[in-house]
């Protein structure tokens, strides 16, 4: 299926690895000129590399701290006009409700929720005059169903999740699409650090805590990044345009909801 974005320009935050680099890639398939980002320059450069001697696309890479101000800057100066937005960032530290203060609440918004607002109120208003854009954000399944221990990002996530509700209907007439795409458990860094913390916890190896959690998802396995990326390259393609300030789930089945 041809998603009809070929020489459209992305700009994909966080993309050097995983989820992120998964919907690069994707986008890339697709013949979408991309910006990557991520803070190491080294894995960067190499994906980049890589995306460009594979799909032949024009890949921009700018290492720099994407929940900054001044690293959004430096992203924002090298990208140009953007016609796709996949904000990502890393997620906050697991520990328990008492353990934040404000200053990690603070960190936590600033990454997981103003960093993706400030990046749409920067680039969206160009898409607006061109009367066509896309933005998908990446959040969690924590939005949907909490995941105790991940406190500071069920609140942080949430937090965006609210804004982008109210603004994708105020920005749908001008051809900019705003939806939410929400990771459940995919085989990623982040994943292999989240249960290096529960084998920890629990006595058990890696490759135990893993499977413990596999076992808890219907489809018996995670997620790739493969599989997320072609769910965001749907989203930020021309069949995409009746589906508004909505919500993703890609979990193998993990939420146990009805609806
Ligand atoms: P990952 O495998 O750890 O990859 C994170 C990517 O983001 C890397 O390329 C990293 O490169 C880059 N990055 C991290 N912080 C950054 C920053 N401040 N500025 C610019 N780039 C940054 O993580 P992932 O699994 O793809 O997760 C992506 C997001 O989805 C996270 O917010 C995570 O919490 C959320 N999520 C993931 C899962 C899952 O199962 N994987 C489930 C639910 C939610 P550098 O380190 O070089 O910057």
């Excluded at 290492?63 to 100066?77: F, S």
């Excluded at 890393?90 to 990454?111: E, H, T, V, Y």
């Excluded at 896309?134 to 969690?140: D, E, F, G, H, K």
């Excluded at 994708?168 to 939410?180: D, I, K, W």
Aim: with cysteine; charged share 15%.
């Amino acid at each position: 299926m041809d998603l009809g974005i070929a020489g459209k320009r992305a700009l994909v935050c966080a993309s050097s690895k995983g989820l992120g680099r998964g919907c690069a890639e994707a986008l890339a398939a697709e013949g979408v000129d991309l910006v990557m980002n991520a803070r190491g320059p080294e894995a960067l450069e190499a994906t980049a590399a890589e995306l460009r001697a594979a799909y032949g696309v024009e890949v921009t890479a700018v290492a720099a701290d994407i929940t900054t101000d001044a690293g959004r800057a430096q992203v924002l100066a090298a990208a140009g006009d953007i016609d796709i937005l996949v904000t990502n960032a890393g997620g906050p530290p697991p520990g328990l409700w008492s353990d934040w203060d404000r200053a990690d609440f603070i960190a936590a918004l600033d990454a997981n929720m103003l960093t993706p607002i400030a990046l749409m109120k920067a680039l969206m208003p160009a898409m607006m005059d061109r009367g066509w854009g896309r933005v998908v954000n990446i959040t969690s399944q924590s939005v949907k169903a909490p995941i105790a221990v991940l406190g500071l990002s069920n609140a942080a996530r949430a937090g965006l999740t609210g804004y982008v509700a109210g603004t994708a209907r105020q920005v749908a007439a001008s051809g900019v699409v705003v939806n939410n795409l929400l990771p459940g458990i995919h085989a990623t860094d982040r994943a292999v650090s989240l249960d290096t913390g529960v084998a920890k916890a629990q006595g058990l190896t890696l490759e135990q805590a893993r499977e413990q959690r596999a076992a808890t998802i219907p489809v018996g396995r995670y997620g790739t990044a493969a599989e997320f990326g072609a769910t965001c390259a749907f989203m930020c393609s021309q069949y995409a345009g009746y589906m508004i300030g909505q919500n993703i789930l890609l979990d193998g089945g993990a939420m146990n909801a009805t609806m």
